[in-house]
């Protein structure tokens, strides 16, 4: 089972999120917070395996509940919100969150965003993803140099080429015929190899070598 704690200000949003991930037989929803300075307290009390995060709240926003996750050592975190822009995308992004989705998702979205997050891989909703990379790309561009994939296995190449389509380690794993533990070996040599900082810049990197 995946353990969700919920941080939401509005009693009525969880409740609704409730219903969602009760409808998943793997997800069951272990605590709940109404602002982000009660998360490291429910962290102790629950033992979430994921935390699905509000970003606007009263006392504590989502970004510096977050930060206060990572720095805990927490759980990954999946902001959960109704605002898209850079700003609010930025801040959540560089608390730590590894994922992002927008409210009015789907809610097999939703369910899927939360395994997927759950699994240590990460998640943007299609409609900031576009934005998000090019100002990771943006970013990269001024503070790195040239990347020699020769330094790669064949096999390391393989896995940059699916996970940089935006594929998860279990996608991944399955479209290489090799285990999710295979996948995320690979994918740590590569970020090591090409000193990449996290899983945007993988992406990132497939994109500009022209490997997607």
């Not at 009525?12 to 605590?31: K, P």
């Not at 395996?49 to 990572?70: P, W, Y």
């Not at 898209?84 to 809610?107: E, H, N, R």
């Not at 999710?180 to 070996?185: M, S, Y």
Request: hydrophobic content about 45%.
């Amino acid at each position: 089972m995946i353990r969700v704690l919920l941080v939401d200000d509005q009693a009525l949003i969880r409740e609704g999120m409730r219903r969602v991930l009760d409808t998943d037989g793997q997800i069951t929803v272990v605590g709940e917070c109404d602002d982000g300075d009660e998360v490291i307290e429910a962290l102790n009390r629950c033992s979430p395996d994921i935390v699905v995060m509000d970003v606007r709240m009263r006392r504590v926003d989502g970004a510096a509940a977050t930060s206060l996750v990572r720095d805990a050592d927490g759980p990954p975190v999946l902001v959960l919100t109704t605002f898209d822009d850079d700003d609010t995308v930025a801040a959540a992004l560089g608390a730590g969150a590894s994922g992002f989705l927008l409210k009015d998702a789907p809610g097999e979205d939703i369910l899927r965003a939360i395994h997927t997050v759950a699994e240590g891989d990460s998640w943007l909703d299609p409609r900031v993803a576009g934005r998000v990379l090019d100002a990771y790309r943006s970013r990269s561009r001024s503070t790195t140099t040239a990347v020699d994939l020769s330094v790669l296995t064949p096999r390391e190449t393989d896995v940059l080429r699916v996970v940089g389509r935006g594929a998860t380690n279990a996608e991944a794993a399955a479209e290489l015929h090799v285990s999710e533990a295979t996948v995320k070996t690979h994918l740590g040599n590569v970020v090591s190899k090409l000193h990449l900082r996290d899983r945007a810049a993988v992406i990132v990197l497939a994109h500009d070598q022209n490997l997607v």
